[in-house]
């Protein structure tokens, strides 16, 4: 039994606009990564054929991620809309329930698609100057989500902003390292990481929670920065065959 469209919370989901914009983001990741796994088979190093390969895994693992933050959502939201028999705790379980599993499932495929890029990066373009340390913490981090996820949940989103935080850090090192075009492009890469990975950290419960005080629309922002993080990533990358 589904409530009428017109009886929704304005906040919840057919009326919030952050729904249309991640639909797009959605949309622009797989296309992105169809992009990225094109780009991999074209290219003529095999550095920059599997730094591709790596872009579009993360984009793709990202994307199912987002679907299963969104069906965690709206499944919740519908089944506390439906009067179901008797006691409003069973309605309360069955929403959380239902939640805590697509929120699991989500957070599982955004923790191993984070670990995936901080890897490519890693391995690829730094060439394993950094020993691989930061993908050894990701493979623990996807260890912590698959046993402790539910129960250690705000450690979980701690950690996981740190993972995102890597890959943008990652980059900017390698722009140190380097110079001319590569430097320049190195770096608009770290921007536009940082736009994607930060739209990402600010449409987290945990930013909802810290912002909300101050009455700031973090899931429009962030979602409007994964939208821009993406374009610029993308371009850079097609501009130019460095980096």
């Not at 469209?5 to 919840?12: F, R, V």
């Not at 499944?75 to 239902?98: K, T």
């Not at 890959?167 to 390292?177: R, T």
């Not at 920065?225 to 065959?241: D, M, P």
């Amino acid at each position: 039994m589904a409530i009428p469209l017109g009886e929704l919370n304005p906040n919840y989901f057919i009326q919030d606009m952050r729904v249309g914009l991640w639909l797009v983001a959605i949309s622009f990741l797989l296309l992105f990564a169809k992009d990225f796994f094109y780009r991999s088979r074209k290219a003529e190093l095999e550095n920059q054929k599997k730094l591709f390969s790596g872009f579009a895994i993360f984009f793709t693992l990202y994307a199912i991620a987002r679907v299963c933050f969104m069906i965690a959502d709206y499944g919740f939201i519908h089944i506390n809309g439906i009067p179901l028999p008797e006691f409003q705790f069973g309605r309360d379980w069955a929403g959380g329930f239902y939640f805590n599993i697509f929120w699991q499932i989500g957070t599982l495929f955004g923790v191993i698609g984070f670990t995936t890029l901080v890897f490519y990066i890693e391995n690829y373009l730094l060439e394993k100057k950094t020993k691989l340390i930061f993908s050894i913490i990701g493979l623990g981090l996807i260890g912590l989500v698959s046993a402790l996820g539910l129960i250690v949940r705000n450690l979980v989103y701690i950690a996981i902003a740190f993972m995102a935080a890597v890959p943008v850090i990652l980059y900017f090192y390698y722009a140190n390292l380097s110079e001319g075009d590569i430097k320049k492009k190195a770096t608009i890469c770290g921007i536009a990481l940082s736009f994607l990975l930060g739209g990402i950290g600010l449409d987290s419960k945990l930013m909802q929670n810290v912002l909300f005080p101050l009455n700031i629309p973090t899931k429009i922002i962030g979602t409007l920065l994964v939208i821009l993080g993406l374009f610029l990533f993308n371009h850079e990358y097609g501009a130019s065959s460095g980096a």
